[in-house]
């Protein structure tokens, strides 16, 4: 009943975050009359070929006279937005046709630079009214058109002279409004207006006009005008790399489309984009779901007979000759809980950053269910991520201590100051090196000094003495007792089966958890590497229950098959059977690269292996920490059931 209840809640709440999006409360919709100035800001430059983002003006795009950096939360400034004004001029519901931007005469190393942009497909972002721009893409053997974010630089077209490049240089800016029903505005017969769409149609033109040179105040173009709309004419094209004008005019239209669309909605389109996919991702993901929810009864199933047939055998007083001769788990109760002779200080730690990144997971999984994270309030989830594991060291350092104090450790600090520094330092090093690539690059992407003395301020001024914090109470806190007590002299352990062996085990045990997240795991690759918003945390929420019940029970399974044939080295098993899903996510990562990914160069590369290895040690600790804890509670479940002379 409880796991149907469950599934309905899951549901629910998949359903919730796919139709709708959600806003920060206390954030309200930005109300224009007509003519007022809406604002339209550039952002960055990305491509999925290349995985590293520019500033817009890396390109010689118009500038305007005063351009400036628009403030930012952390979150936009480590994922590479730099948000600034534009020379492109908005008047709510006031059309424009063939406005000149600016006239540029582009030097060579200019149109090299446009060259390779056009080649790696990078795409521009803009903003308005906090709207990110897209375009419409026709969907080969559809009528349908699908909406994608950013518009491309250009486009390239081969020949039999060879490859030719495009600069869209006219942008057809379209601007959707929506008139409040009960608002008035300046003019008693205008409504006031709310901006629910921002797209842009990119278009090539070789624009032409009278004369050698261009004056932007009384030259005026033949390919287009105010009475004129600009076409999209294939023989004129703007081609880039091969025309000997080096002179460009950059121009643009605006349209203002009435919408039905309410502004709560106006999302929608951003978070529908993939739907083609939306079937397949309900089906998969219910499929996976009921086939984790059948193997999961059934190894309840086995275990509990196994368990109760052993338990009742082992407890009944006619049978204690019988038993001491028998092999079994109980034979081992003496060891089960004898402290691994293997690197407690690094188990202890491992366990402590896992508690630390799982808090950290669930509160913000909460908050995005409650639709405080929404893809409106820009870098909102990175900034989450950060501030939340800092403020979840307390966790980190209590279960670490609380662990080694049990194993009988007297290294204390050591074990606090690898607490405290171990993940985080790992993680810190991995970026650092990415962001020398960034920087070398030029990069938006790179981390400023300011946002780098900031994630260290976070880390050495509020994370570590948490971490001291929760370190001091757990070595406080009194040795948990067992239910049966160690012997001094270790038995022997026999020979094992070649199943059993560790390198197989922990093989065989992360299948299943892998295969209970690798639906879900494919679309949270394309949002990270493919540029796609993701926000169904409703089947997050689902995943991550499945992901816990599978971690857990395959762990107390091959447990039990290990003290079965007793051997009771379980600490770093139970550890490593969950975590080693995160091998298989590994070498999925990697035929993700070979298969959805087209990356030019190094560079990307080490970016992609590099940020994946994060994610990957992430989840093996995670996974991990899920195993341990459910076979600790296993163990000290069945052998507080028996009587142990």
Same mark, same amino acid.
């Given at each position: 009943?409880?796991?149907?209840?469950?599934?309905?809640?899951?549901?629910?709440?998949?359903?919730?975050a796919?139709?709708?999006?959600?806003?920060?409360?206390?954030?309200?919709p930005?109300t224009?009359?007509?003519?007022?100035?809406?604002?339209?800001y550039?952002?960055?430059?990305?491509?999925?070929?290349?995985?590293i983002?520019?500033?817009?003006?890396?390109?010689?795009?118009?500038?305007?006279?005063?351009?400036g950096?628009?403030?930012?939360?952390?979150?936009?400034?480590?994922?590479?937005?730099?948000i600034?004004?534009?020379?492109?001029?908005?008047?709510?519901?006031?059309?424009?046709?063939?406005?000149?931007?600016?006239?540029?005469?582009?030097?060579?190393?200019?149109k090299?630079?446009?060259?390779?942009?056009?080649?790696?497909?990078?795409?521009?972002?803009?903003?308005?009214?906090?709207?990110?721009?897209?375009v419409?893409?026709?969907?080969p053997?559809?009528?349908e058109?699908?909406?994608?974010?950013?518009?491309?630089?250009g486009?390239?077209?081969?020949?039999?002279?060879?490859?030719?490049?495009?600069?869209?240089?006219?942008?057809?800016?379209?601007?959707?409004?929506?008139?409040?029903?009960?608002?008035?505005?300046?003019?008693?017969?205008e409504?006031?207006?709310?901006?629910?769409?921002?797209?842009?149609?990119?278009?090539?033109?070789?624009?032409?006009?009278?004369?050698?040179?261009?004056?932007?105040?009384?030259?005026?173009?033949?390919?287009?005008?105010?009475?004129?709309?600009?076409t999209?004419?294939?023989?004129n094209?703007?081609?880039?790399?091969?025309?000997?004008?080096?002179?460009?005019?950059?121009?643009?239209?605006?349209?203002?489309?009435?919408?039905?669309?309410?502004?709560?909605?106006?999302?929608?389109?951003?978070?529908?984009?993939?739907?083609?996919?939306?079937?397949?991702?309900?089906?998969?993901?219910t499929?996976?779901?009921?086939?984790?929810?059948? *193997?999961?009864? &059934?190894?309840?199933?086995? =275990?509990?007979? %196994? @368990?109760?047939?052993?338990?009742?055998?082992? +407890?009944?007083? $006619?049978?204690?000759?019988?038993?001491?001769?028998?092999?079994?788990?109980?034979?081992?109760?003496?060891d089960v809980?004898?402290?691994?002779?293997?690197?407690?200080m690094?188990?202890?730690?491992?366990?402590?950053?896992?508690?630390? *990144?799982?808090? &950290?997971?669930?509160a913000? =999984?909460?908050? %995005? @269910?409650?639709?405080?994270?929404?893809?409106? +309030?820009?870098? $909102?989830?990175?900034?989450?991520?950060?501030?939340?594991?800092?403020?979840m060291?307390?966790?980190?350092?209590?279960?670490?201590?609380?662990i080694?104090?049990?194993?009988?450790?007297?290294?204390?600090?050591?074990?606090?100051?690898?607490?405290?520094?171990?993940?985080?330092?790992?993680?810190?090093?991995?970026?650092?090196?990415?962001?020398?690539?960034?920087?070398v690059?030029?990069?938006?992407?790179?981390?400023?000094?300011?946002?780098?003395?900031?994630?260290?301020?976070?880390?050495?001024?509020?994370?570590?003495p948490?971490?001291?914090?929760?370190?001091?109470?757990?070595?406080?806190?009194?040795?948990?007792?067992?239910p049966?007590?160690?012997?001094?002299?270790?038995?022997?352990?026999?020979q094992?089966?070649?199943?059993?062996?560790?390198?197989?085990?922990?093989?065989?045990?992360?299948?299943?958890?892998?295969?209970?997240?690798s639906?879900?795991?494919?679309?949270?690759?394309?949002?990270?590497?493919?540029?796609?918003?993701?926000?169904?945390?409703?089947?997050?929420?689902?995943v991550?229950?499945?992901?816990?019940?599978?971690?857990?029970?395959?762990?107390?399974l091959?447990?039990?098959?290990?003290?079965?044939?007793?051997?009771?080295?379980?600490?770093?098993?139970?550890?490593?059977?969950?975590?080693?899903?995160?091998?298989?996510?590994?070498?999925?990562?990697?035929w993700?690269?070979?298969?959805?990914?087209?990356?030019?160069?190094?560079?990307?590369?080490?970016?992609?292996?590099?940020?994946?290895?994060?994610?990957?040690?992430?989840?093996?600790?995670?996974?991990?920490?899920?195993?341990?804890?459910?076979?600790?509670?296993?163990?000290?479940?069945?052998?507080?059931?028996?009587?142990?002379d």
């Open positions: 009943m409880f796991l149907y209840l469950i599934c309905a809640l899951s549901v629910a709440f998949a359903s919730a796919h139709r709708h999006t959600y806003y920060l409360p206390g954030v309200a930005s224009y009359n007509k003519a007022d100035a809406a604002k339209l550039v952002n960055k430059l990305t491509s999925t070929k290349t995985q983002p520019y500033d817009y003006y890396s390109l010689p795009y118009c500038r305007p006279k005063k351009f950096l628009q403030s930012e939360n952390l979150g936009e400034v480590l994922s590479g937005d730099r600034e004004n534009s020379v492109y001029k908005l008047e709510v519901k006031v059309s424009k046709s063939c406005e000149v931007a600016c006239v540029k005469k582009l030097k060579k190393s200019e090299d630079a446009f060259v390779k942009a056009i080649d790696d497909d990078y795409k521009v972002h803009w903003m308005v009214d906090n709207m990110p721009v897209g419409l893409n026709s969907i053997g559809s009528e058109k699908a909406f994608t974010r950013g518009f491309p630089v486009f390239t077209s081969k020949t039999s002279a060879g490859l030719n490049r495009f600069l869209n240089n006219h942008l057809r800016i379209i601007v959707k409004y929506h008139d409040d029903i009960d608002g008035t505005g300046d003019n008693e017969d409504p006031t207006t709310k901006i629910v769409g921002f797209r842009v149609e990119p278009m090539s033109i070789k624009h032409a006009w009278a004369g050698d040179s261009f004056n932007p105040g009384s030259t005026t173009l033949s390919t287009c005008s105010s009475s004129s709309p600009a999209n004419d294939p023989r094209y703007l081609n880039v790399d091969k025309s000997p004008d080096s002179t460009v005019v950059f121009t643009y239209d605006v349209v203002w489309e009435k919408s039905a669309v309410e502004w709560t909605e106006r999302w929608d389109v951003y978070l529908n984009s993939n739907a083609p996919s939306e079937k397949v991702h309900w089906f998969s993901i499929n996976s779901f009921m086939i984790i929810l059948f *193997l999961s009864v &059934m190894i309840a199933i086995i =275990l509990l007979r %196994a @368990l109760r047939k052993d338990i009742a055998q082992y +407890n009944d007083p $006619s049978n204690i000759e019988e038993a001491k001769e028998e092999s079994g788990w109980k034979l081992v109760h003496g809980f004898r402290p691994p002779a293997t690197y407690p690094l188990f202890s730690v491992f366990v402590g950053s896992g508690v630390q *990144l799982c808090c &950290m997971g669930m913000t =999984l909460s908050f %995005a @269910l409650l639709g405080l994270l929404s893809p409106a +309030n820009r870098g $909102s989830l990175i900034t989450a991520f950060i501030l939340l594991f800092v403020f060291g307390s966790f980190a350092g209590y279960y670490s201590s609380s080694y104090k049990m194993f009988r450790g007297i290294l204390w600090k050591q074990n606090t100051l690898a607490t405290a520094f171990f993940f985080p330092g790992v993680v810190f090093s991995v970026i650092f090196v990415l962001n020398l690539v960034l920087w690059k030029g990069s938006s992407g790179a981390i400023p000094f300011g946002s780098l003395f900031t994630l260290l301020f976070l880390w050495f001024c509020v994370s570590v948490l971490v001291f914090l929760g370190s001091f109470f757990g070595y406080k806190r009194e040795i948990m007792t067992f049966v007590r160690t012997n001094q002299i270790p038995r022997a352990i026999p094992q089966q070649w199943y059993l062996h560790p390198v197989v085990s922990c093989l065989l045990g992360g299948v299943l958890p892998f295969g209970a997240v639906v879900e795991l494919y679309f949270i690759m394309s949002a990270l590497w493919l540029h796609q918003i993701y926000y169904i945390f409703g089947f997050l929420f689902l991550m229950i499945v992901l816990v019940v599978t971690c857990a029970e395959v762990s107390i091959l447990c039990y098959f290990q003290l079965v044939n007793e051997d009771y080295r379980w600490w770093w098993r139970s550890f490593l059977h969950a975590g080693s899903c995160a091998f298989y996510t590994a070498l999925y990562a990697v993700y690269h070979l298969t959805e990914l087209d990356m030019n160069g190094l560079s990307p590369v080490l970016l992609y292996y590099g940020y994946m290895s994060i994610i990957c040690f992430t989840f093996f600790l995670v996974t991990g920490t899920i195993g341990y804890f459910s076979c600790f509670w296993f163990n000290c479940q069945i052998y507080g059931s028996i009587k142990v």
